[in-house]
Every structure is written in structure tokens, then in C-alpha cells.
């Protein structure tokens, strides 16, 4: 690894740590203001709209211009958010201009990857993204759950600081050439190029199966952490400062499954890690029977785990498809609406359920059995098409 890819994880983490603990903080907000529970869950959706309103035009912006110049904008759209729930902006609405710079951010942090490293990096580079993500998920949630149970305003002070070190660092990642830029900046031809991009990455076999995964994970994961939180307060009467450190059990798992896959997986094997999903969700049904934090810890650890070892091989498959097809910054902006368009999704149907009342177990059991369904049908839809291609070549 160079230089170069040190700095974009040293501004990665700082960028994450802040977007992490700025959701715990915002919960404790709404908790102290008395919101309805839905309003929670509903968070999410208001951070990932951004993500789906803005996907065609992200891709593009990041391809258009130097990838660090486009994290600094983007990091100082995140810091406008910020210290507007710190002057009084209600939660949601605050979290929501967050979403708008973490949209234009995340395809210049993950596309520059495939022009300052090689393809045989990539799964490797993933691992060490991912580990700090996951650290950063870890110290965010001490930092947002804990320091702001005892004082929302110091904590959301601190987070505003973070983005404002984590543009400091994006002003040190290198100038690397400009890669894939759009002939027009017609925003119906940029919506035509989204399009066009899209279908592409559907149409690549690999691609499909990488982008069908990692919308799941994501969707999933996001949703996962607040169905934790209402869990653990039922299953074992934590309060939100402890139940945060359960959610961060998972993500160390997820650290520990990114190590494992990004020392033994290659990209040219990345696929044969999709079972890997199955079995983590029948670890998230294995909750309804927990009442014991100790065991519930070590449970969701290993859910961490296997989540890590399935994802990181596969996004790093899509970045490496993307990449050759489409370019880094349109190919991650169709993995972020895709990817974010599950958080929607699935963010929204916990929703509906917490607002209808619905027992948490029952919860946890319906998204159980929703990953082993969904993991189980692209592991199917990947064997077909392997199946497939060796029917052609034997033709």
C-alpha cells in the first residue's frame, strides 16, 4: 500500500467515526425530545434519500473532478449538517443534509481505490476500508451513545470537529488524473449516462451477483443496528448506552471477517464466499432465544463476522466490474442507489412494523428468514449462470 491510500483511510475513518456517532446522538435526541419510536428507524431514511435522489448526478461529480477535492466538498456538507442539529434543526432534517454529503462522498472514497492501487490490492485495500469503517462504527457508538445519553450538546460539538479533521485530510490525498469524465453536464444526459450505467452493472454476470449481495448487506446491516437496539432494550432491559455497545459487537465481528476474507479470498474467488450469508441469518434468528448479554455479544460478534467475510470479497469484485465497464465513480454511484435503495427498503419496513407494534421477536424472525431467503436465491441465480456459461463453452 502507498502513501496515498494511508491518508484516504485516515480521512475515511475520521469521516465515518463522525457519521456514526452523529446517528447515536441523534437518537438520544429524539429519545430526549419524546419522539415516537418510528422516528428512530425513520432516520435511516431521511440519511439515505440522498443517497437515491442524488445517484445519477454523484457518480459523475466524482468522476468530473479530483476524488480528494470531491471528499473535502462533501465532508463540508456533512459538517453544515452537523452544527445545524447542534443550533436546533430537529434530528431528522439535520441528518438528512448529512445524507447529501455522504452521498457525494462515497463514490470518490471507494473510487479512487481502483486508481491508486492495482486489481490484486483490492480485496486487500477492502479489508483495511472496511476494518476502519468498523472501528469507526465501534468508537462512534461509545461516542454518540454514551457522551451523548450524558450531554447531546458535547457530543455533537466533538462530531462537528471530526468532519472538520477529516477535510484537513482529504486536502493531502494525491491528485491522480481525471478518470471517465462525462462529454456533457446536461442533467438529462447525466440521467441518460446513470441509466445506461446502471443497466450495465445488471447486465455483467459478476456484477450482478456482487450488486445483488452487497444491496442486501447493506440494507440489512443499517437495519440491523437499530433492530439491536430495540431488542436488547426488550431481551435485556439495556438502556440506549449500553445496547450501542452491543451494535458494536457486530461491527467488530465484521472487522474480523473483513481480516479473514482479505487475507484468504481472492477476486477471482470471491463468489464462493455467498454462503457464508445463509448462515448469518440464521444467527440473527438464534437472538429470539438469547436473554443473557454475555451470550447475545459473542452471537452477534459471529454475525459480524460472517457479514465481513461474505461482503468485502464481493464489494471489491463490483469495484474491480464497475471500474472496467463503467468507471470508479459511476460504478459506485449505481452501487450506492442500489445499496441504499435496500436501506430504504428494508429501514421502511421495520418501520411499519414498530409502528403496528409488532412484538421484536417476531421482527428478528421475519429478518432472519429474509436473508436466508434472499442469500439463498443468489446463490442460486449465480450457480445458474455459472451453469450456463459452461454450457456455452462446451457448445
Known amino acids: 500500500m502507498n502513501k496515498g491510500f494511508y491518508t484516504l483511510l485516515a480521512a475515511q475513518f475520521l469521516s465515518a467515526l463522525a457519521d456514526n456517532?452523529?446517528?447515536?446522538?441523534?437518537?438520544?435526541?429524539?429519545?430526549?425530545?419524546?419522539?415516537?419510536?418510528?422516528?428512530?428507524?425513520?432516520?435511516?431514511?431521511?440519511?439515505?434519500?440522498s443517497y437515491i435522489v442524488l445517484a445519477p448526478f454523484v457518480g459523475s461529480f466524482a468522476d468530473a473532478l479530483p476524488k480528494g477535492r470531491v471528499m473535502f466538498i462533501s465532508n463540508a456538507i456533512k459538517f453544515i449538517g452537523s452544527l445545524a442539529m447542534i443550533l436546533g434543526m430537529p434530528p431528522l432534517f439535520a441528518y438528512g443534509i448529512v445524507g447529501i454529503g455522504a452521498a457525494a462522498y462515497s463514490p470518490a472514497k471507494y473510487g479512487i481505490l481502483t486508481e491508486l492501487l492495482p486489481p490484486n490490492k483490492l480485496v486487500s485495500a477492502n479489508?483495511?476500508?472496511?476494518?476502519?469503517?468498523?472501528?469507526?462504527?465501534?468508537?462512534?457508538a461509545i461516542i454518540g451513545g454514551k457522551m451523548a445519553a450524558v450531554n447531546p450538546q458535547g457530543a455533537m460539538i466533538l462530531i462537528t470537529g471530526m468532519y472538520l479533521f477529516a477535510a484537513g485530510f482529504n486536502m493531502f490525498i494525491p491528485k491522480l488524473p481525471i478518470d471517465h469524465?462525462?462529454?456533457?453536464?446536461?442533467?438529462?444526459y447525466i440521467l441518460g449516462d446513470f441509466y445506461r450505467s446502471f443497466l450495465a452493472l445488471w447486465s455483467d454476470p459478476l456484477g450482478q451477483v456482487s450488486l445483488a449481495v452487497t444491496t442486501l448487506f447493506w440494507g440489512a446491516g443499517a437495519t440491523l443496528r437499530l433492530v439491536v437496539i430495540a431488542w436488547a432494550a426488550v431481551a435485556l432491559n439495556f438502556e440506549l448506552d449500553h445496547a450501542t455497545q452491543l451494535t458494536a459487537a457486530v461491527a467488530l465481528g465484521i472487522a474480523v471477517g473483513s481480516v479473514i476474507a482479505a487475507r484468504y479470498i481472492t477476486l477471482e474467488n470471491s463468489v464462493k464466499v455467498l454462503p457464508a450469508g445463509i448462515f448469518m441469518g440464521i444467527l440473527v434468528i438464534a437472538m429470539v432465544w438469547v436473554s443473557e448479554w454475555h451470550v447475545a455479544a459473542v452471537l452477534l460478534f459471529f454475525i459480524g463476522v460472517l457479514s465481513g467475510f461474505f461482503v468485502v470479497p464481493l464489494n471489491a469484485l463490483l469495484q474491480h466490474r464497475g471500474h472496467l465497464l463503467i468507471g470508479a465513480g459511476h460504478s459506485i454511484a449505481v452501487q450506492n442507489f442500489n445499496e441504499n435503495l435496500g436501506i430504504l427498503l428494508l429501514s421502511g419496513g421495520y418501520t411499519l412494523m414498530v409502528k403496528s407494534n409488532l412484538?421484536?421477536?417476531?421482527?428478528?424472525?421475519?429478518?432472519?428468514l429474509f436473508v436466508i431467503i434472499s442469500m439463498s436465491l443468489i446463490n442460486r441465480l449465480y450457480r445458474r449462470q455459472i451453469s450456463a456459461c459452461q454450457d456455452i463453452n462446451t457448445k
Open 127 to 140: 479489508g483495511w476500508m472496511e476494518g476502519s469503517t468498523v472501528l469507526a462504527i465501534i468508537l462512534g
Open 21 to 49: 456517532a452523529l446517528l447515536f446522538a441523534a437518537i438520544a435526541l429524539l429519545q430526549k425530545m419524546h419522539a415516537p419510536d418510528w422516528h428512530e428507524p425513520l432516520l435511516l431514511q431521511f440519511f439515505v434519500i
Open 359 to 368: 412484538q421484536i421477536n417476531h421482527i428478528v424472525i421475519i429478518f432472519g
Open 181 to 188: 469524465t462525462i462529454p456533457k453536464k446536461d442533467p438529462l
